[in-house]
T-cell receptor, first 112, second 114 residues
Framework: KNQVEQSPQSLIILEGKNCTLQCNYTVSPFSNLRWYKQDTGRGPVSLTIMTFSENTKSNGRYTATLDADTKQSSLHITASQLSDSASYICVVSADSGYALNFGKGTSLLVTP | EAQVTQNPRYLITVTGKKLTVTCSQNMNHEYMSWYRQDPGLGLRQIYYSMNVEVTDKGDVPEGYKVSRKEKRNFPLILESPSPNQTSLYFC?????????????FGPGTRLTVT
């Protein structure tokens, strides 16, 4: 069964600090991996999308990495800001079918 | 502005009273989906549509209906809502196959069934 596991479940960091969120998956055959940011009560917004051949992708202070061999991805946030407080969701697509496989998300709280 | 819109944003209803949540996109996308999001469970797909008049079940379709009569609209219908359908609902669209193309989410509809 295709699964996407995210860790940690929640995280609290001080403003200005860096953090890394993890995503492990068993989806096969792999097509692409996405990271979304979801503010409380709002729809998810895409941060990055990576295919098999990409091992790193940046979007401002957000950098995603992908190791397709170990089936792991990470999202690194640099110099965190209060506005980074949100849930971060990892989504993995298989190279067949129509469904996306969603992780349950990591809830990040950035405090002053 | 390219967007996915949903209405209503908030809804409180009673068990058994039929309701419809509308979803519309202005990007001429072929693919549209409905998700529900519950604490501790993440996003789960209810139904999806690959084009006009083409729909299929997602992971949790029980108790829901959809229709796709026009490309831009994809309403979610609850014929007889029950309390276990209390949830946060999201509509999403993508240009083509969602597994390969970027997916854009609406702002969400918070539904409470008493």
């Amino acid at each position: 069964k295709n699964q996407v596991e995210q860790s940690p479940q929640s995280l609290i960091i001080l403003e200005g600090k860096n953090c890394t969120l993890q995503c492990n998956y068993t989806v096969s055959p792999f097509s692409n991996l996405r990271w979304y940011k979801q503010d409380t009560g709002r729809g998810p917004v895409s941060l990055t999308i990576m295919t098999f051949s990409e091992n790193t992708k940046s979007n401002g202070r957000y950098t995603a990495t992908l190791d397709a061999d170990t089936k792991q991805s990470s999202l690194h946030i640099t110099a965190s800001q209060l506005s980074d407080s949100a849930s971060y969701i990892c989504v993995v697509s298989a190279d067949s079918g129509y469904a996306l496989n969603f992780g349950k998300g990591t809830s990040l709280l950035v405090t002053p | 502005e390219a967007q996915v819109t949903q209405n209503p944003r908030y809804l409180i209803t009673v068990t058994g009273k039929k309701l419809t949540v509308t979803c519309s996109q202005n990007m001429n996308h072929e693919y549209m989906s409905w998700y529900r999001q519950d604490p501790g469970l993440g996003l789960r797909q209810i139904y999806y549509s690959m084009n006009v008049e083409v729909t299929d079940k997602g992971d949790v379709p029980e108790g829901y209906k959809v229709s796709r009569k026009e490309k831009r609209n994809f309403p979610l219908i609850l014929e007889s809502p029950s309390p276990n359908q209390t949830s946060l609902y999201f509509c999403a669209s993508s240009e083509r196959e969602t597994v390969f193309y970027e997916q854009y989410f609406g702002p969400g509809t918070r539904l409470t069934v008493t």
